[in-house]
């Protein structure tokens, strides 16, 4: 089956800072998306990005899909903005990869 | 987007009882939906893809016999986790998949069996 592979696991920033997270399949996906869980566990749909580049407010995304890598943009990161942050994608199922545990320091 | 919705959000329950867990489309109907388990610290694990009017397709290692899903109508899905015991006790969250293939999740069941 797919594999979904995300870096780094865990990321500590500063307020204000920027950061970039990585997520690579092993095989072409076609419904690639990023979510935000919060810490209540609810998933929040981020960008669904099955190719090309999505801006929303302080987030960004990038997925080349021939390349089979997505990359999710956080810009002058908050407090609020702590959480994990997961891609998963996959052919009918969604598969997820471990997720990325963002600490936004104030 | 689409709301999915999940119910209850929460439950406890003592071992070796049963719990229905509820996954509802509100504004689309699914044909399909998915059922994954979260452990703490941990990524989201599929379990199974319920199909509507047909049997679940289960990962491997899921036992079919314990974790029983049926997908009655384009709109609900249930997960019965059967003779639950501790460690059953686990974060339960279901999605459903738009026509474009974009999943969109429950708020999750925080399962605690005692």
């Known amino acids: 089956g797919i594999q979904v592979e995300q870096s780094p696991p865990d990321l500590i920033l500063q307020e204000g800072a920027n950061s970039t997270l990585r997520c690579n399949f092993s095989?072409?996906?076609?419904?690639l998306q990023w979510f935000h869980q919060n810490p209540w566990g609810q998933l929040i749909n981020l960008f669904y990005i099955p190719s090309g580049t999505k801006q929303n407010g302080r987030l960004s995304a990038t997925t080349v899909a021939t390349e089979r890598y997505s990359l999710l943009y956080i810009s002058s990161s908050q407090t609020t903005d702590s959480g994990v942050y997961f891609c998963?994608?996959?052919?009918?199922?969604?598969?997820f990869g471990a997720g990325t545990r963002l600490f936004v320091k104030a | 987007g689409a709301v999915v919705s999940q119910h209850p959000s929460w439950v406890i329950c003592k071992s070796g009882t049963s719990v229905k867990i509820e996954c509802r489309s509100l504004?689309?109907?699914?044909?399909?939906m998915f059922w994954y388990r979260q452990f703490p610290k941990q990524s989201l694990m599929l379990m199974a893809t319920s199909n509507e009017g047909s049997k679940a397709t289960y990962e491997q290692g899921v036992e079919k016999d314990k974790f029983l899903i049926n997908h009655a109508s384009l709109t609900l899905s249930t997960l019965t986790v059967t003779s639950a015991h501790p460690e059953d006790s686990s974060f339960y969250i279901c999605?459903?998949?738009?026509?474009?293939?974009?999943?969109?999740f429950g708020q999750g069941t925080r399962l605690t069996v005692v």
């Open positions: 504004d689309f109907q699914a044909t399909t």
């Open positions: 999605s459903a998949e738009m026509r474009d293939l974009e999943a969109f």
């Open positions: 095989d072409s996906v076609n419904n």
């Open positions: 998963a994608g996959g052919g009918f199922k969604t598969i």
